[in-house]
């Protein structure tokens, strides 16, 4: 699962990019938020939410746009960012975390590969649920801080404003493009 996981996606490119511009501690938040989510997801997805989205596609067409939507509308934050001297952008919140996780389809996609690798119905199944939930959440944990981890290292390289407002042009440009990605899917 750790290849999926850490792979590039909105929340990663998002914690790389707080991570640089605000730093860990104040990334903390934004962090909670996903990760949080993430264990409700995963659990949705564990008892049966699968089945709903593949009865009725039309959930999944709508979480997509909504989160290309508010990709772009992040992406215009770091474009902002970019253009303003006076750092009047704060850090992603908790709220920003929940929001950017709900409507995270890459994010899914995630638990659906695990349980239909790692779930035996067999067993016992809300224990091996949880027990897997659990499983992810530790790996989501550790490679979403790896990438805040890497966007705060990655500040100390561009500390002048003109890296920084560089930097928000790169970041808002990701998130474009996987936004833009995701609506060509």
Wanted: aromatic share 14%.
């Amino acid at each position: 699962m750790l290849p999926i996981v850490i792979s590039p996606g909105p929340a990663n490119i998002l914690y790389a990019a707080s991570g640089s511009s605000f730093g860990v501690r104040k990334t903390i938040p934004f962090w909670l938020g996903t990760n949080f989510t993430s264990i409700f997801q995963t659990l949705a997805v564990g008892c049966g939410l699968d089945l709903v989205i593949t009865a009725y596609p039309r959930i999944a067409d709508a979480i997509k746009y909504l989160g290309i939507g508010f990709l772009l509308y992040l992406a215009f934050k770091f474009f902002r960012f970019s253009c303003s001297a006076n750092k009047t952008i704060r850090p992603l919140t908790f709220k920003d975390g929940v929001i950017v996780e709900a409507l995270n389809m890459k994010y899914l996609l995630i638990p659906t590969i695990m349980f239909s690798q790692f779930y035996s119905p067999d067993s016992d199944g809300y224990g091996q649920i949880i027990f897997l939930t659990f499983a992810l959440l530790c790996l989501t944990l550790t490679t979403s801080m790896i990438w805040i981890i890497g966007g705060n290292t990655l500040a100390s390289f561009v500390l002048n404003e003109s890296r920084q407002r560089t930097e928000g042009i790169f970041f808002g440009s990701l998130l474009c493009a996987t936004a833009l990605w995701l609506l060509l899917m």
